[in-house]
């Protein structure tokens, strides 16, 4: 079966550590996206990568770090610079060609709380 | 910049009963227009589309008409069920914009009761 699959589902770290959540997919898309997701805020986009080895700030990038080294993953990183690292996470990916807005698949998400 | 707005939530309806959840947009070039659904604890779905002006998204017994004239593209079902009972998600794709990301009102959640 083609999707996302975001690990882990649930993940709990003390204040002041870096903690890296994990996102890979098999729909040989080459767009991918990470979004922060708050209650009542509706998704916020942190990064976005339309290539290997490329990648963009979104709306909320302070704090966070990507890499794309493969086309079918892409992590992200929550530093302990983040201020306000709990939420929900979402990974999404998409086919991409210039100037065609594809849609958007997403994966099942990643809790994060930090105490 | 672009941005979607879409009626404040929650709603709650008796199974059966119709819905409408309002959605509006402002984007700089001509938008392609989406719906997702959220389920508790999940990600989220494609739920419909449209990319241009008249088309008609469905699925699932929801539509949403692309209404260029009014900037809106609601959503609505004749007859919900307790399984539709999500937070939905209008969303916007504007090329115009200088890129592809998905702009996103902030949801409505939807609450049908037995």
């Known amino acids: 079966d083609g999707g996302i699959t975001q690990s882990p589902k649930y993940l709990f770290r003390k204040e002041g550590q870096n903690v890296t959540l994990s996102c890979e997919q098999n729909l040989n898309h080459d767009a991918m996206y990470w979004y922060r997701q708050d209650p009542g805020q509706g998704l916020r986009l942190i990064y976005y990568s339309q290539i290997v080895n490329d990648f963009q700030k979104g709306d909320i990038a302070e704090g966070y770090s990507v890499s794309r080294e493969k086309k079918e993953s892409f992590p992200l990183t929550v530093t302990s610079a983040q201020k306000n690292p709990t939420a929900f996470y979402l990974c999404?990916?998409?086919?991409?060609?210039?100037?065609?807005?594809?849609?958007?698949?997403f994966g099942p998400g990643t809790r994060l709380t930090v105490t | 910049g672009d941005s979607v707005t879409q009626m404040e939530g929650p709603v709650t309806l008796s199974e059966e009963a119709f819905l409408t959840i309002n959605c509006t947009y402002t984007a700089t070039g001509y938008p392609s227009l989406f719906w997702y659904v959220q389920y508790p604890g999940e990600g989220l779905q494609l739920l419909l589309k449209a990319t241009k002006a008249d088309d008609k998204g469905s699925n699932k017994g929801f539509e949403a008409t692309y209404r260029k004239e009014t900037t809106s593209f609601h959503l609505e079902k004749g007859s919900v069920q307790v399984s539709d009972s999500a937070v939905y998600f209008c969303?916007?794709?504007?090329?115009?914009?200088?890129?592809?990301?998905?702009?996103f009102g902030k949801g409505t959640k939807l609450s049908v009761i037995p």
């Open positions: 999404a990916s998409s086919a991409s060609a210039s100037g065609i807005p594809y849609e958007q698949y």
């Open positions: 969303a916007l794709s504007d090329p115009g914009a200088g890129s592809y990301q998905l702009t």
